[in-house]
């Protein structure tokens, strides 16, 4: 093919072709296609673009790729140029230094689509303890606004573990500190819908152009794109352009970046490749911090209110599902109190709260009992159902039936059944012998006091 110096739309639309291959289909619509072929002049080709961002995102990533099928079609080309269409009027991205001019704003940019931010999530109401120890430093670490050092920050743990707060603080305080950063959070859900809808209004560009305009992008609960694939090709093209320009990037998910199906593998090690922390179950201590905390805010929102001794403790033992649950235990109790007019003691607590803590309490199964008791005494979980009638084997099996009858609310017939269909008679005998034994066999009555502290978590 001779074209050189004269290359022709005609050649371009040939080498366009073979661009698509090259890029992939997607990448080929977004990017290629909008390009316009000016002239080629010098050995320098120029290319009409809508937009200086955009000129600026493919001089970066397909300025190579442009230029060497541009000598493979036999044009002689050294270099590429981009430059804003002059006649056609602009589509630049929405008003950012006007934006930026308007710094006065505590909230996020207007022209950013994220979601509002919640006043109480900040770094001051958030109490740390060994669970979430590591994902609150690594929070504060990307609040401080300072050089990009792990990228992503990837926060995941189970839902009320307070990763949306987290996400929150760090929003608050780069506001805080960085003004001059434009800080984007919303839900991957958001993220979603605004996607479509600028596919649908055809404003595709501009959605990429705004997302790549933010120096700081949290996309909280990405679990949700999982499965949504064209939301996830764009969010893995934000994404990878945003590390690129070393932007932070902060993530959180309902579980670690590698078990969250039907995400793809690329998303998936991209996702991995920056701080990846979970935030683990809380513990004992870290709920009654949290309790304690939300006390002291109640205590001047409810004037005069008094709590008794020993009911934070009560809930913080009690309610260990999750954060949310605790506070809306406590934001109750506390409303109920001042209805009435009571001091808030460990009865009102349990009488206000019967639902709550009934949905807590965990439910233990027959089967759980059995595993855990035929592990502790090393025997086959087949022989707690079996016939065998050997000592090593009954007692044990003895031991599974009291604990069965003590931790779960089932009658003896249906003991009985899931001790491979045994009288209910032979049930009530096993669970008088362990009764009798454990007052007199020290050693029995502490594998019991231990089988109990470990079945009840
Ligand atoms: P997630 O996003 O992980 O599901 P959230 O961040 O929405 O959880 O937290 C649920 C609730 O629990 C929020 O009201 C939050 O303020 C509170 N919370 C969770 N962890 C803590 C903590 N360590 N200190 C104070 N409040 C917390
Ligand atoms: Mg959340």
Request: aromatic fraction near 8%; charge should be positive; glycine fraction near 6%.
């Amino acid at each position: 093919m001779q074209v050189g110096q004269t290359m022709t739309n005609e050649t371009w639309g040939q080498v366009r072709e073979a661009l698509m291959q090259r890029v992939g289909k997607n990448n080929y619509t977004t990017w290629i296609e909008p390009l316009r072929l000016a002239r080629l002049k010098n050995g320098v080709a120029h290319f009409e673009v809508p937009t200086s961002f955009f000129g600026d995102w493919v001089q970066r990533n397909y300025a190579d790729h442009i230029r060497s099928q541009l000598v493979t079609a036999g044009a002689e080309v050294h270099r590429i140029e981009f430059a804003v269409a002059a006649a056609r009027p602009q589509a630049e991205a929405p008003a950012k230094p006007a934006a930026r001019a308007a710094r006065s704003r505590p909230a996020q940019d207007d022209d950013l689509p994220g979601a509002p931010l919640d006043a109480r999530f900040t770094f001051d109401t958030f109490v740390v303890g060994k669970p979430n120890e590591l994902a609150h430093a690594a929070a504060r670490r990307v609040a401080e606004g300072g050089p990009v050092t792990f990228n992503p920050l990837f926060l995941y743990g189970g839902v009320g573990l307070g990763k949306t707060h987290l996400m929150h603080a760090i929003a608050h305080e780069l506001q805080a500190r960085r003004p001059d950063l434009r800080v984007l959070y919303l839900s991957a859900e958001q993220f979603m819908y605004r996607f479509i809808q600028a596919l649908r209004d055809k404003q595709v560009m501009d959605f990429k152009q705004l997302f790549r305009s933010v120096d700081v992008l949290m996309v909280d609960d990405v679990q949700f794109i999982a499965g949504k694939d064209s939301t996830q090709e764009e969010f893995f093209h934000t994404f990878n352009a945003l590390v690129d320009q070393n932007k932070q990037i902060v993530i959180s998910a309902d579980r670690a970046p590698g078990e969250i199906k039907d995400l793809e593998d690329r998303i998936k090690s991209r996702l991995q490749c920056g701080l990846v922390v979970d935030l683990h179950p809380t513990d004992y201590e870290l709920r009654l911090g949290i309790l304690q905390q939300k006390v002291e805010v109640y205590r001047n929102q409810y004037k005069g209110l008094q709590i008794a001794p020993g009911v934070l403790e009560f809930l913080a033992h009690r309610i260990t599902t999750n954060v949310r649950v605790l506070e809306g235990a406590l934001t109750r109790l506390f409303a109920f109190a001042s209805l009435v007019g009571r001091e808030i003691t460990l009865d009102l607590a349990q009488d206000c709260l019967a639902d709550i803590l009934r949905a807590s309490d965990r439910k233990l199964t027959i089967e759980e009992i059995q595993r855990k008791v035929a592990e502790h005494y090393n025997i086959r979980l087949a022989d707690m159902i079996g016939p065998k009638r050997l000592r090593t084997i009954a007692r044990p099996r003895q031991v599974a039936m009291y604990l069965a009858k003590q931790l779960t609310p089932r009658s003896l017939p249906e003991i009985g059944r899931r001790f491979g269909g045994r009288d209910h008679t032979t049930i009530m005998h096993g669970v008088r012998k362990i009764e009798e034994l454990m007052a007199l066999d020290s050693q029995l009555a502490d594998d019991l006091q231990l089988l109990k502290r470990m079945l009840q978590g």
